[in-house]
């Protein structure tokens, strides 16, 4: 059964700080995909990164960055330079391709807050 | 396109009232899915459907029943509301061709419905 871990329930951070969110995840499957998603305040998710088993290619946009590591099984997410916008719940989630379905296993958060 | 909407925004239910969540999808998606997401515990599956007529149980699906009759609309009904119920729903589509044949994979979320169950 695939698993998603978010140890971090909570993180505060003052602005401008750089901040590093962690998941750690399990499957039995070679293919899958890893995602970050935010949910603000306002209660939508936003989908942020699909980053595919394959592709073990570090991304950066703007502030952000992914450390995806397959050898520990983890999917790292970076904000530099924080900012009082990025203060929201972040989660990371995995699908296993192999069921055909695209289900969607979810860590349980990690809730940052950037303080002025 | 509108892509995922979900309706209602706001519901409140009594204990044993039964109720049916909206979700409907623009995009021609085959794949929808209803998540559930309660403090503390991240999103969870409830029921999801890779085309119509074709439903399958997540992880949580005690208490709902979904169906699939058309690609777009993918309901979720509570039979009888209990307290634990009480969440907020998230409906999700996705695809994994294009319109080239190519494979993507690209997961699209509603609003949610924020549902209590008195």
């Known amino acids: 059964a695939q698993k998603v871990t978010q140890a971090q329930t909570e993180i505060s951070v003052v602005e401008k700080e750089d901040v590093t969110l962690d998941c750690v995840y399990e499957t039995r499957d070679t293919t899958y995909y890893l995602f970050w998603y935010k949910q603000p305040p306002s209660g939508e998710l936003v989908f942020l990164i699909r980053?595919?088993?394959?592709?073990?290619q570090n991304e950066i946009s703007g502030r952000y960055s992914w450390n995806f590591q397959k050898s520990t099984s983890s999917f790292n997410f970076t904000i530099t330079a924080s900012q009082v916008v990025d203060s929201a719940v972040y989660f990371c989630a995995l699908s296993e391709v192999g069921a055909g379905s695209y289900q969607l296993t979810f860590g349980k958060g990690t809730k940052l807050s950037v303080i002025p | 396109n509108a892509g995922v909407t979900q309706t209602p925004k706001f519901q409140v239910l009594k204990t044993g009232q039964s109720m049916t969540l909206q979700c409907a999808q623009d995009m021609n998606h085959e794949y929808m899915s209803w998540y559930r997401q309660d403090p503390g515990m991240g999103l969870r599956l409830i029921h999801y459907?890779?085309?119509?007529?074709?439903?399958d149980q997540g992880e949580v699906p005690n208490g709902y029943n979904v169906s699939r009759s058309t690609t777009e609309d993918f309901p979720l009904r509570l039979l009888s509301a209990a307290p634990s119920q009480t969440s907020v729903y998230f409906c999700?589509?996705?695809?994994?061709?294009?319109?080239?044949?190519?494979?993507?994979?690209?997961?699209?979320f509603g609003p949610g419905t924020r549902l209590t169950v008195t």
């Open positions: 980053r595919n088993s394959f592709d073990e």
């Open positions: 999700a589509s996705s695809y994994d061709l294009d319109k080239t044949g190519n494979f993507q994979y690209e997961q699209y």
């Open positions: 459907s890779v085309g119509a007529g074709i439903t």
